[in-house]
């Protein structure tokens, strides 16, 4: 137990975890690896904005994150090779206002390396708007097009009431990289009563992706041989009526360790929520050999 200690003091929490597991550091991703986790983090982070200032219509594409992560931002700015990264009080923000930019760039790879939540339906909405900019002259509206634009801004977001799913591309197969981006978006490495577990939320519109995230979920491989009876994960779904948020989470440590943990640790975080991953991994394995009885290991 001092030695864990010890360890935690003198080496990052990273190359700690990987070497207490024994695995190898997960590859940095290729382009595609790379599109795919975007998409992800995009659904679970992005936003798709369009302004009237007066007569003058206004595009942007943003994701908004805590300033602890402007380097993500930073490196999405440089992968993409558009866009800007500013700072705002607490918050770092990566922006696509340029339309040449958003069409050349964003929309190609959106098309191809799909949204899969209710979103999907903001970024129809967007690109709409979008390519009306490109194909006009001007950013100066008259009276008929402030209304056509008024009529989608206001159907767009928070404001949308109605939604087609049928236009949203079905979720038929999750990649592993999609939902390392979700997960780094919307996921939970938790704590109850010093009991670890995971969830995801996602507003019950979008309840579709969360199952079949689950199912996902049921169906990783397991990576720790030594537990012989351990099962596959068991995704509980729970639903808050107030918020209308659907979360799935999974509980039993067995099945965070087992299969979870090995799981995650072959992906490459992006964001610092990767740091809270590799906590979790220590708690984890201090629940699976029994030092969480210990005071020692309660205290740790």
Excluded at 141 to 157: R, T, V, Y
Excluded at 256 to 281: A, I, N
Aim: glycine share 6%.
């Amino acid at each position: 137990m001092k030695l864990i200690v010890n360890v935690l003091n003198s080496i990052s929490i990273f190359t700690f975890t990987y070497g207490l597991f024994n695995k190898k550091e997960p590859l940095p991703m290729n382009k595609e690896q790379f599109s795919s986790w975007l998409a992800g983090f995009i659904d679970a982070e992005g936003s798709f904005q369009v302004f009237l200032d007066r007569i003058y219509l206004r595009v942007m594409f943003r994701i908004r994150l805590h300033k602890d992560d402007i380097n993500v931002l930073k490196k999405i700015q440089e992968i993409l090779g558009v866009g800007r990264v500013v700072k705002e009080g607490n918050s770092c923000v990566f922006i696509i206002r340029n339309v040449k930019e958003l069409i050349n760039v964003l929309f190609p790879l959106l098309d191809k390396y799909n949204l899969y939540t209710t979103k999907w339906l903001d970024y129809i909405d967007f690109k709409k708007v979008v390519l009306f900019l490109s194909d006009s002259k001007t950013t100066k509206l008259s009276l008929s097009e402030i209304e056509q634009i008024k009529n989608i801004m206001s159907h767009m977001n928070s404001g949308r009431t109605e939604y087609n799913y049928s236009l949203i591309p079905p979720l038929l197969g999750v990649n592993p990289f999609w939902l390392l981006g979700f997960i780094e978006g919307e996921g939970t490495f938790g704590f109850k009563n010093l009991s670890p577990f995971f969830q995801l939320g996602q507003h019950i519109r979008s309840l579709y992706v969360l199952e079949a995230i689950a199912n996902y979920l049921q169906s990783i491989p397991k990576g720790f041989k030594f537990s012989l009876r351990s099962e596959a994960p068991n995704v509980i779904n729970s639903f808050n009526q107030k918020t209308e948020v659907s979360v799935i989470s999974i509980l039993n440590i067995d099945a965070l360790y087992d299969y979870l943990l090995f799981f995650l640790l072959d992906m490459p975080f992006q964001t610092r929520k990767g740091e809270d991953f590799y906590y979790r991994c220590i708690v984890l394995h201090l629940h699976k050999l029994g030092y969480f009885y210990l005071q020692e290991g309660r205290n740790l």
